[in-house]
């Protein structure tokens, strides 16, 4: 890949500083890492038939040779992926964009191009987050659509670690160009991202009230007078009295859990059952406060 080692030498010898090791690279190799620039991983059928199906048959350079390259190194697991080093990757990406393009959200159609078909790629190979990740450049209202098919299932299963990987696909479109505080998404996509991460974290802090409720069988009065607050005009609080163990935190934590974060309603939960220093509060209310900030700073 390097021709002559005195090139180098020359361009040290000069004082010019080498930051960008590409051009020792012909430019048939600059090309096919500039393709594999677009994945967060490579293996061998992704390669053939998605990332350099489009080049002419003289100008494709082997996958054998490019993944020996000292850019990419080896994943354990089957299907012998690789990975490319995260600088060199973010400075390729960046090259798909053109000096006269009007803004990084603007997405080049060669990229649209070979991001849709690396959807329909991922989509065929049942992954559909690495799917959702290619969408986001391919086709924005595809990726809204799958996003939110994949969020539906995340709630209904309370699938924590699914809605982690939502969130985390977002925040990867955010951070993978050499430029400092760019990002790829568009303005709606970033209000998407800012949802998923909110809506992700309200079900991480109710986590245990969801699991402690999931064989909770709603009495009917309670479920009654519940409805009978939310839909009055003139009642805005309900109190509900009765002896220990009667299920009064459970019917709450349900509520919370199962009625109000499905629908996305805004709440504070604040659990008085574990109060530090319980009898020092008896005497001095005030350090109650200690436990509502600490609940509330959380949330």
């Known amino acids: ?40 991983t490579v293996d061998e059928n992704l390669y053939t038939n998605v990332l350099a199906a489009t080049q002419a048959a003289d100008e494709r350079i082997p996958y054998s040779k490019i993944v020996t390259s000292s850019l990419f190194r080896p994943l354990p697991g089957k299907g012998k992926r690789s ?49 959702l990740y ?49 990002s790829l998404l568009s303005p709606a996509q970033e209000r998407l991202r800012q949802e998923l991460r909110r809506d992700y974290e309200s079900r991480v802090l109710l986590r245990k009230a969801w699991y402690a409720t999931e064989n909770y069988l709603q009495r009917e009065n309670l479920a009654r007078i519940f409805q009978d607050l939310v839909t009055s005009q003139e009642q805005w609080v309900l109190q509900i009295y009765a002896t220990g163990g009667m299920g009064k935190t459970t019917f709450l934590r349900n509520l919370a859990a199962r009625e109000c974060l499905p629908e996305h309603v805004p709440i504070a939960f604040i659990d008085f059952d574990y109060v530090e220093q319980l009898g020092q509060a008896a005497d001095q209310p005030a350090l109650l406060l200690i436990s509502i900030a600490r609940q509330l700073n959380v949330q």
């Open 1 to 40: 890949m390097l021709e002559n080692i005195q090139e180098l030498l020359q361009k040290v010898d000069s004082g010019e500083v080498v930051t960008n090791m590409l051009w020792v690279y012909s430019n048939e190799e600059q090309e096919a890492l500039r393709r594999c620039s677009l994945v967060r």
């Open 83 to 131: 990975q490319f080093n995260a600088n060199m990757r973010n400075i390729l990406l960046e090259q798909w964009w053109q000096d006269d393009s009007p803004s990084w959200q603007t997405i080049p159609e060669e990229l649209k191009a070979l991001s849709l078909a690396l959807a329909e790629t991922f989509a065929q190979r049942g992954m559909p987050v690495e799917q």
């Open 134 to 182: 290619h969408l986001l450049l391919g086709d924005r209202e595809l990726a809204a659509a799958l996003c939110a098919e994949l969020r539906r299932q995340a709630e209904e299963n309370y699938d924590l670690s699914l809605y982690l990987e939502l969130v985390r696909v977002f925040d990867a479109r955010t951070n993978e160009l050499q430029e400092p505080g760019v």
